[in-house]
């Protein structure tokens, strides 16, 4: 493979910035556009986790100092030659550098491509290296945590626990059935379900949790919904600890959607608080009543607010029907005043509810905790090996599903070439998932989504 090279750091003015040379001809390329200081030793007496200073340099002159950091392969991140030069995190200044670098012999790296060559060289698993853009775009701590168990390898090890499984199973079928004169012994239908049944529950586990997941990684679109005036706004400035939407004792404040990403526990929220939902001739307010019905339709959940000091009328009737079902956690709000509404005909209508006073945060812990139990994050661990997209999704789908048809045939006593068909499907499956049978172009699309430089 050619030697690469690319800005791995953001192109912004920063204290430092980082262009990365990798392949077997790195440290030359390197030597061509680097020169220590008096008394310091050129590139090429370095050995692996070495760093030189000095000054990088092109056809013009100097362009800045520079830490140059050498690793031999294959102790590298890619398990190739690279060298790090760590600049002043000027663009302009890291552009050159990487001009300098292409004009020594270099291409330009391409999305991914060090992760990618880090893969090709057996240095992650492809489930290891989608954890790294995973970990380089976490927005909270617990999708931090994620993405790092995820790059340590908590996935792959589940799941290489399984195939290690499924391929003694498989291997005793072939022997069985290639090798009959060879008196192999006959695999008992309760061992065969016992192992198939471990790997049905490991699977159906991780599909389970993979909405959760998405959740930590990625955050959750969360409607505030409610007729107007029953404290949607208050709620909405509570949760964001500022005055983002307008508060006043005029029904209808809100007439469009006012947005705000904040942090519920550790869950990214992109808050949207919506117009009053009732029936109204006012033009300009039926339009932000409609924007309202068509969030609530396209959201991961509702917060339904409910002013319990006054007695519940059709709007509200007509709000508690229209989520029936979907995934919403009922406020009670105004708890400082008199009780007046019907509480037990709201809390039937919901699966989650809680009773709070948005005015002066009275409740909101237990709100918080009311949200995470419905977006189903409460009893998740962020180091559980999780999913981290659509794509593993569908391998482990697609492998529970031929794990089913395994259980199945066992039980219906069909014969064992039968069953080491389906074994091998869920194999084929899981190798897909972690890269070891995954084809070109999956690979492909694995490193498209990933920035230059990484």
């Known amino acids: 493979m050619s030697t690469i090279a690319a800005i791995s750091t953001p192109l912004s003015a920063s204290g430092l910035g980082v262009v990365r040379i990798s392949g077997e001809?790195?440290?030359?390329?390197?030597?061509?556009?680097?020169?220590?200081?008096?008394?310091?030793?050129?590139?090429?007496?370095?050995?692996?986790?070495?760093?030189?200073?000095?000054?990088?340099?092109?056809?013009?002159?100097?362009?800045?100092?520079?830490?140059?950091?050498?690793?031999?392969?294959?102790?590298?991140?890619?398990?190739?030659?690279?060298?790090?030069?760590?600049?002043?995190?000027?663009?302009?200044?890291?552009?050159?550098?990487?001009?300098?670098a292409l004009a020594a012999g270099a291409a330009l790296a391409g999305p991914g491509e060090f992760t990618k060559r880090a893969f090709l060289n057996g240095k992650l698993t492809l489930t290891q290296a989608?954890?790294?853009?995973?970990?380089?775009?976490?927005?909270?701590?617990?999708?931090?945590?994620?993405?790092?168990?995820?790059?340590?390898?908590?996935?792959?090890?589940?799941?290489?626990?399984?195939?290690?499984?499924?391929?003694?199973?498989?291997?005793?079928?072939?022997?069985?059935?290639d090798y009959p004169e060879e008196d192999v012994p006959e695999l008992s239908n309760e061992h065969m379900e016992s192992v198939l049944k471990e790997a049905q529950a490991v699977l159906k586990r991780l599909i389970d949790t993979y909405d959760a997941g998405k959740v930590i990684r990625e955050g959750a679109v969360t409607v505030i919904a409610g007729k107007p005036n029953v404290g949607k706004s208050t709620l909405m400035n509570l949760l964001s600890g500022r005055d983002r939407s307008i508060v006043t004792e005029v029904a209808?404040?809100?007439?469009?959607?006012?947005?705000?990403?904040?942090?519920?526990?550790?869950?990214?929220?992109?808050?949207?608080?919506?117009?009053?939902?009732?029936?109204?001739?006012d033009r300009v307010e039926k339009i932000g009543v409609d924007m309202a019905n068509t969030e609530i339709d396209r959201c991961d959940v509702v917060i339904a607010v409910f002013d319990s000091s006054a007695p519940l009328d059709s709007d509200d009737m007509n709000l508690i029907e229209k989520l029936r079902g979907k995934p919403a956690v009922a406020v009670i709000?105004?708890?400082?005043?008199?009780?007046?509404?019907?509480?037990?005909?709201?809390?039937?209508?919901?699966?989650?509810?809680?009773?709070?006073?948005?005015?002066?945060?009275?409740?909101?812990?237990?709100?918080?905790?009311?949200?995470?139990?419905?977006?189903?994050?409460?009893?998740?661990?962020?180091?559980?090996?999780?999913?981290?997209?659509?794509?593993?999704?569908?391998?482990?789908?697609?492998?529970?599903?031929?794990?089913?048809?395994?259980?199945?045939?066992?039980e219906f006593g069909m014969t064992l070439d039968a069953v080491g068909i389906c074994v091998e499907t869920a194999l084929d499956c899981l190798y897909e998932l972690t890269g070891e049978k995954a084809s070109d172009a999956v690979i492909e699309q694995v490193f498209s989504r990933f920035c230059v430089g990484k």
């Open 130 to 177: 989608e954890a790294v853009m995973d970990l380089i775009s976490a927005k909270s701590a617990g999708a931090g945590k994620a993405a790092l168990a995820m790059r340590d390898g908590a996935l792959y090890k589940k799941i290489k626990k399984i195939t290690e499984e499924l391929t003694a199973l498989e291997s005793h079928f072939a022997a069985w059935s």
């Open 333 to 410: 709000n105004k708890s400082d005043l008199e009780t007046r509404a019907d509480i037990d005909v709201i809390k039937n209508g919901f699966e989650r509810s809680v009773v709070i006073s948005a005015a002066n945060g009275n409740g909101e812990e237990e709100f918080r905790k009311a949200l995470s139990e419905v977006l189903k994050t409460a009893d998740l661990d962020p180091a559980e090996p999780v999913m981290a997209n659509e794509r593993q999704l569908d391998c482990v789908c697609r492998a529970k599903r031929a794990v089913d048809e395994a259980i199945s045939a066992v």
């Open 252 to 281: 209808g404040t809100t007439r469009d959607v006012v947005e705000e990403s904040v942090l519920v526990g550790d869950i990214p929220i992109r808050l949207l608080d919506t117009a009053g939902i009732h029936e109204t001739e």
């Open 25 to 100: 001809d790195a440290v030359a390329v390197g030597e061509k556009i680097f020169r220590p200081f008096k008394g310091g030793r050129e590139l090429k007496t370095l050995g692996g986790y070495s760093c030189a200073y000095g000054r990088v340099f092109d056809a013009e002159g100097d362009i800045d100092e520079a830490v140059a950091t050498v690793f031999i392969a294959p102790r590298s991140y890619t398990g190739e030659n690279t060298v790090e030069f760590s600049c002043h995190g000027s663009p302009a200044l890291l552009k050159r550098v990487l001009r300098a």
